[in-house]
Nanobody
Framework: QVQLVESGGESVQAGDSLRLSCASS????????MGWFRQAPGKERDFVAV????????YYGDSVKGRFTISRNNAENTVYLQMNSLKPDDTAVYSC??????????????????WGQGTQVTVSS
Protein backbone atom coordinates (compact mmCIF):
# COMPACT_ATOMS: atom_id res chain seq x y z
CA GLN A 1 0.00 0.00 0.00
CA VAL A 2 1.01 3.57 -0.69
CA GLN A 3 -0.40 6.66 0.98
CA LEU A 4 -0.11 9.99 -0.80
CA VAL A 5 -0.71 13.40 0.74
CA GLU A 6 -0.62 16.59 -1.33
CA SER A 7 0.02 20.08 -0.02
CA GLY A 8 0.76 23.56 -1.28
CA GLY A 9 -2.46 24.51 -2.99
CA GLU A 10 -3.81 27.99 -2.40
CA SER A 11 -5.49 30.97 -4.05
CA VAL A 12 -3.16 33.12 -6.16
CA GLN A 13 -3.27 35.77 -8.88
CA ALA A 14 -2.66 35.12 -12.57
CA GLY A 15 1.07 35.13 -13.29
CA ASP A 16 2.01 33.88 -9.83
CA SER A 17 3.87 30.68 -9.03
CA LEU A 18 3.12 27.79 -6.68
CA ARG A 19 4.89 24.60 -5.74
CA LEU A 20 2.81 21.57 -4.86
CA SER A 21 4.23 18.69 -2.87
CA CYS A 22 3.11 15.09 -2.59
CA ALA A 23 4.51 13.04 0.27
CA SER A 24 4.44 9.27 0.02
CA SER A 25 4.50 6.63 2.72
CA UNK A 26 4.27 2.89 2.59
CA UNK A 27 6.06 0.88 -0.08
CA UNK A 28 9.35 2.01 -1.60
CA UNK A 29 8.78 5.29 -3.37
CA UNK A 30 11.30 4.52 -6.10
CA UNK A 31 9.16 1.59 -7.27
CA UNK A 32 6.64 4.01 -8.70
CA UNK A 33 6.17 6.34 -11.61
CA MET A 34 4.54 9.46 -10.19
CA GLY A 35 1.98 11.62 -11.92
CA TRP A 36 0.02 14.80 -11.32
CA PHE A 37 -3.54 15.19 -12.51
CA ARG A 38 -6.09 17.94 -12.10
CA GLN A 39 -9.85 18.27 -12.17
CA ALA A 40 -11.77 21.49 -12.56
CA PRO A 41 -15.43 21.75 -11.49
CA GLY A 42 -17.70 20.04 -13.99
CA LYS A 43 -14.80 18.74 -16.08
CA GLU A 44 -12.99 15.45 -16.59
CA ARG A 45 -9.78 14.73 -14.75
CA ASP A 46 -6.83 15.77 -16.90
CA PHE A 47 -3.24 14.60 -17.02
CA VAL A 48 -0.73 17.27 -16.01
CA ALA A 49 2.73 15.72 -15.70
CA VAL A 50 4.55 12.46 -15.03
CA UNK A 51 8.03 11.55 -13.85
CA UNK A 52 9.85 8.25 -14.03
CA UNK A 53 11.02 6.35 -11.01
CA UNK A 54 14.55 7.77 -11.08
CA UNK A 55 13.57 11.34 -11.87
CA UNK A 56 15.33 11.45 -15.24
CA UNK A 57 12.41 11.26 -17.64
CA UNK A 58 9.38 13.53 -17.58
CA TYR A 59 6.39 14.29 -19.77
CA TYR A 60 3.81 17.08 -19.68
CA GLY A 61 0.33 17.82 -20.84
CA ASP A 62 0.18 20.34 -23.67
CA SER A 63 -1.54 23.01 -21.60
CA VAL A 64 1.26 23.16 -19.03
CA LYS A 65 4.39 22.58 -21.13
CA GLY A 66 6.97 25.27 -20.52
CA ARG A 67 5.21 26.51 -17.37
CA PHE A 68 5.13 23.51 -15.00
CA THR A 69 8.01 21.32 -13.85
CA ILE A 70 7.69 17.97 -12.14
CA SER A 71 10.51 16.65 -9.96
CA ARG A 72 11.01 14.08 -7.23
CA ASN A 73 13.28 13.38 -4.29
CA ASN A 74 13.36 9.65 -3.65
CA ALA A 75 15.34 10.10 -0.44
CA GLU A 76 12.47 12.21 0.92
CA ASN A 77 9.67 10.18 -0.73
CA THR A 78 8.25 13.33 -2.27
CA VAL A 79 7.22 14.48 -5.72
CA TYR A 80 6.83 18.15 -6.57
CA LEU A 81 5.02 20.23 -9.15
CA GLN A 82 6.44 23.69 -9.72
CA MET A 83 3.83 25.83 -11.43
CA ASN A 84 4.83 29.14 -12.98
CA SER A 85 2.91 31.75 -14.95
CA LEU A 86 -0.35 30.47 -13.57
CA LYS A 87 -3.56 31.19 -15.46
CA PRO A 88 -7.20 31.14 -14.38
CA ASP A 89 -7.62 27.99 -16.51
CA ASP A 90 -5.20 26.24 -14.15
CA THR A 91 -7.82 26.42 -11.38
CA ALA A 92 -8.54 22.85 -10.28
CA VAL A 93 -8.02 20.24 -7.62
CA TYR A 94 -4.55 18.80 -8.17
CA SER A 95 -3.89 15.19 -7.23
CA CYS A 96 -0.76 13.10 -7.28
CA UNK A 97 -0.84 9.42 -8.16
CA UNK A 98 1.47 6.42 -8.23
CA UNK A 99 1.78 3.80 -10.95
CA UNK A 100 4.03 0.76 -11.07
CA UNK A 101 7.31 1.86 -12.63
CA UNK A 102 7.23 -0.84 -15.28
CA UNK A 103 4.53 1.19 -17.05
CA UNK A 104 6.93 3.99 -17.87
CA UNK A 105 5.63 7.53 -18.39
CA UNK A 106 1.93 6.75 -18.47
CA UNK A 107 -0.59 9.56 -18.86
CA UNK A 108 -3.86 7.64 -18.52
CA UNK A 109 -5.33 7.62 -15.04
CA UNK A 110 -6.32 3.96 -15.29
CA UNK A 111 -2.68 2.94 -14.87
CA UNK A 112 -2.39 4.63 -11.51
CA UNK A 113 -3.13 2.50 -8.47
CA UNK A 114 -2.79 5.03 -5.66
CA TRP A 115 -4.13 8.55 -5.37
CA GLY A 116 -3.90 11.40 -2.93
CA GLN A 117 -6.90 13.37 -1.72
CA GLY A 118 -6.02 16.44 -3.78
CA THR A 119 -5.16 20.06 -3.08
CA GLN A 120 -7.09 23.06 -4.40
CA VAL A 121 -5.40 25.60 -6.63
CA THR A 122 -7.38 28.71 -7.48
CA VAL A 123 -6.02 31.32 -9.89
CA SER A 124 -7.77 34.68 -10.13
CA SER A 125 -7.46 37.06 -13.07
Amino acid sequence: QVQLVESGGESVQAGDSLRLSCASSGRAFSEYTMGWFRQAPGKERDFVAVIGWNGVNTYYGDSVKGRFTISRNNAENTVYLQMNSLKPDDTAVYSCAAAGRTYGLVTASRFYDYWGQGTQVTVSS
